[in-house]
């Protein structure tokens, strides 16, 4: 579903702010379905982690899928220079790069990028889509967006959204949070 903006732009809003929360979509280049193993969502949720305690970072849901990622989050701070999405973009895929080296993989078929002057790879599409979260219902309503897409039928991983383990529907329905970096919404709405 695009904004109107990106209707009328052609382009996404991925410009985010500190000390405000986001829903944000996050695409592995031409849609390929590297984060289907789950050593890739381990590099995504290992990032999340220590920027929650480093205090980057506040995830208030999210959900990884085969090829992309959604997740509710507030930028409290910096990292170095640079915004925390723009770290955490930058951290797992020099991970995902080293990982797939490691393992052999050819990278000039599926991620080598000849037009691009600031790197040779590229994991991540450009323009992540980013969508203020300025009220409870709009925050709600994508969470259980979040929350229902392993669901979909494009994807049918589980039968309801707690049996997902690559996300946080299991938090929000039990009170555990396996991953040590959720923050409930409504400490924040």
Known sequence: MS????M????RNSKMFLKEVYF????????KP???QDKFKKIITGSWKTLVQRKKIVIYGF????NHL????????????????ASFNKFTAH????CLRAEGVALEADYKVSDDAERAHRFWQRDALAITMDTLEKTEQKLEYIHLNPLQERWNLVSKPEEYYWSSAKFYETGIDEFGFLTHYKDRF
């Open 34 to 36: 590297l984060l289907a």
């Open 8 to 11: 009328k732009t052609g382009v």
């Open 24 to 31: 944000w979509t996050d695409t592995i280049n031409d849609w």
């Open 95 to 98: 991970q995902f790069l080293e």
């Open 70 to 85: 959604h997740i509710i989050w507030e930028m409290l701070n910096k990292n170095g220079k640079e915004m925390p999405h």
């Open 63 to 66: 959900v990884i899928m085969p």
């Open 3 to 6: 904004s109107v903006k990106e």
